[in-house]
């Protein structure tokens, strides 16, 4: 056996595989596998093998749109076959909702370029004959789905890795995972130790058990699930005679997926009873054995498949396929370099290994050898979960997701598993006004406060929701007077030592302020994507405030370590630094009143140290509703204290708190991007007109530089623009397509609706040469073609003069 390899891949499923093909692909050939069995010996020797696109993010599904198409190449480069059965697929809706959310899918696939159509019942009839139609609204069609034989596609992907070079280790077990000090691997295994630069973790089912092995803790959880196989069909046998092959079919309403199996057919369900799986580790004796089959938490499921699927009844049970694989608490894999551990990445938590393997390992080959993905991958970055995850909150999140498989996802919708989890000194007096709380990166955060009489439950909706009342009241609440919050959803960073500031001018794209000033920078990747929007504070000149996006603390922290030089000291501290902002006309007013700092003099953009109360605080201008405002940070052990002193002195102003949801409605009116909507590392600074804010002229040499230099001087191919919307009861919310003259030119980022100028917003691409003011497009929300028109001049405040007065 080889005793050293750049790449260690552990687990030989079908990602494992994945892996080292695409790793051989992209050009390492040193690349080893290590597999204690034989290849396919968790999960993925009894997949159902089906593969599907429809995906709730767009990245995911344009990589699982990317590993549907690899099978094709797979084969070719084999010679091997990989099973495929390209048979199409159909997704069902019985109800307004479910119908919505395939209309805001296929609203998506028109700017991604995949060919899914709506269909009616009749025409469900004539693509699935053996659906009962009864109560079904429509279905989406994606030609793409289809389903392949798992272990013929895994020994493809071994084959192919092998043609390019790597190498195959089998019934070699990893014991230990020992890191050297110079951040190299020794890998012990069963047939002798590695030395390897990089550890994939690839261990599906034992994933976790691979992790322990460096002390690192993944979040992800196996789950139970089973599907039957029936004996032939007659029905089945007369479209196989006449020389077709039966589709896919989802039934989200009834938990199921069916597919054509021979001469009969499979069906399997996401059924609510269900049940987690070896919850204190998977035992490294589980191989090739099958769980005992459990009908009872599937009897109502299989009632139902009867009645959608009467065929069924008459069918006798060939076989029962029961066995476990993981999910993390969101169901997306978990992919990327491990935060805060040195060449250790992750390539597990895939929860469908058929539509997303190739992808997963595109990604991971790309980011180990190009050091960044071609794509915004954060909804399987492995940094999206933050370090206070815990077992104990994966399990229920992991419960809760397997039960949603299959239901309507509202992008309004707030998740009750595992909550309260993380909450400030805040929760229960905000309670108390009334607050309804959403959820960030495992933080409580209010959305609105309802009043006598209004939901205490937002209701999920993808058209205006319930909260809209109480939104628009504590909007117009902020533009007539002042509004507060808490600023605890933002990530925050304290950065400090003699070449703090040397070092924010290499990592950050912008202007570093001078001491008492704050600025507004993008961050950058080699690449010049955008990787983070910060707002930076200098609190003196070896002391810097960085401030972002609450979700992305591991991903930027993972960014700063990776990247960190001597002299200067980069710190989490979003959950020590707490506070409150407080915004509009009167909020000069009420910070005078609770402080004896003379605030007359302190502009738009300053930072001061001062005491408010009895609180020491840190004060900046500035506010996010694009009004007069301030940011009020102190130590949360004060954080109570510092809020009865803004409350009461915010009274006799008719101080409201406000929420999220009137939050996203006021940065509409100025047309302000949000991280993850706008800015995204999918996106550039040009094209999100973010590049005003790179200091081209400053002498650092930033990271990006070059490639932001190259985009100013060509000119971006696309540019963010806003857009007035005639909508109705539906604003855009993100990914619509935008048409112009008949084609799709573009797509929304996000939108919403302005409370304050009582319109319907939207913000996205189009063409740089079509983005001009006036421009008139039309808008495809929920399957309606809206009228729109591009706006350049903000709906508040338009000269800035009550922002910067
Ligand atoms: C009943 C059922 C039906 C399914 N149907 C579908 C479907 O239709 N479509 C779909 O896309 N997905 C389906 N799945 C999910 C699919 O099986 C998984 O997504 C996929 O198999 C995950 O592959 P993996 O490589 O991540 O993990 P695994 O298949 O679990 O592979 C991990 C490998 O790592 C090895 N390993 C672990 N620890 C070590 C160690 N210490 N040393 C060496 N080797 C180690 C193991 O032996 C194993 O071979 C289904 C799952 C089940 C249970």
Redesign the pocket.
Known sequence: MKTTCQVAV???????CSVLYHLTKLGWSDVML????E??????W??????HTLNGDTNMAALQGYTIRLYKELEEITGMSCGLHHVGGITLADNQDRFDMLLAERAKHRFMGLETEIVGPDEIKKIAPITNTDGIIGALYDPLDG?LD?SGTTHAYAKAARMGGATIETH???RETNQRPDGTWDVVTDKGTIHAEHIVN?????AR??GAMAGIYFPLHPME???LVTDNIPEIEAIIDAGGEHPHVMDPAGESYLRQEGRGLCI?FYEQPCKPWAVDGTPWEF?HELLPDDFDKITDSIEFAYRRFPVLAEAGVKSV?????TFAPDGNPLVGPVPGVRNYWSA?G????????GGVGLTLAQWMIEGEPERDVFAMDVARFGDWITPGYTRPKVIENYQKRFSVAYPNEELPAARPNRTTPMYDIFSDLGAVWGQQYGLEVANYFAQAGEPSYETPSFRRSDAFAATGREARAVRGGVGINEVHNFGKYLVTGPRARDWLDRILAGRIPAPGRLSLTPMLSPKGKLIGDFTVSCLGEEEFQLTASYGAQNFHMRWFQQHQEDGATVENISDRRNGFQIAGPKAREVLAACTRADISGMRFMDVRRMVVGMTDCIVQRVSYTGDLGFEIYCDPMAQRQLWWTLWQAGQSHGMVPFGMRAMMSLRLDKFFGSWMREFSPDYTPAETRLDRFIAFNKPADFIGRAAAETERADGPARRLVAFEVDADDADVNAYEPIWLDGTVVGFCTSGGYSHYARKSVAIGFLPTERAAEGLEIKIEILGQMRKAKVISTPLFDADGARMRG
């Open positions: 552990i687990g030989g499923g079908v990602v494992g290590l597999e204690r069995s290849l396919t010996s968790g999960s993925t009894h997949a159902a093998g089906g593969f389903h798992p070699c077990m990893v690839a261990g599906g089912l034992w058990e691979v699930h089973q599907y399997g191989g396929i029961h066995g476990p694989f597990c895939v929860m469908a290994g058929f539509s997303q393997g």
